[in-house]
């Protein structure tokens, strides 16, 4: 649920951290393809929202990450789960 601040602290006895000045949360969304995570992180761009790293393009995953105006990072993320690299199940500690 997305709430503006002065409702959202009805819910709580604790004051609101200040994400422009500390960390309270990384939002990470999933998306279904590349072309989709861009679409989601420029209209973000457009409304406002800055980039808060560069993108990661690894093949089989894509993530790009933006802040939104309040200082939230968020991070999209599309996975091609055909494409993980497998891993080399010998090079694992079996203790």
Do not use: C
Request: proline residues 2%.
């Amino acid at each position: 649920m997305l709430l503006v601040e002065n409702f959202f602290q009805t819910f709580t006895k604790k004051k609101i951290a200040d994400a422009t000045k500390t960390t309270e949360t990384i939002i990470a969304l999933s998306a279904d393809s590349k072309k989709i995570v861009d679409e989601m992180v420029n209209n973000a761009i457009t409304a406002g929202g800055t980039i808060y790293s560069d993108p990661q393009d690894q093949g089989w995953m894509y993530q790009r990450s933006f802040q939104d105006l309040d200082g939230h990072q968020w991070e999209v993320i599309y996975m091609d789960m055909n494409a993980v690299p497998q891993t080399d199940s010998s090079a694992v500690s079996q203790n």
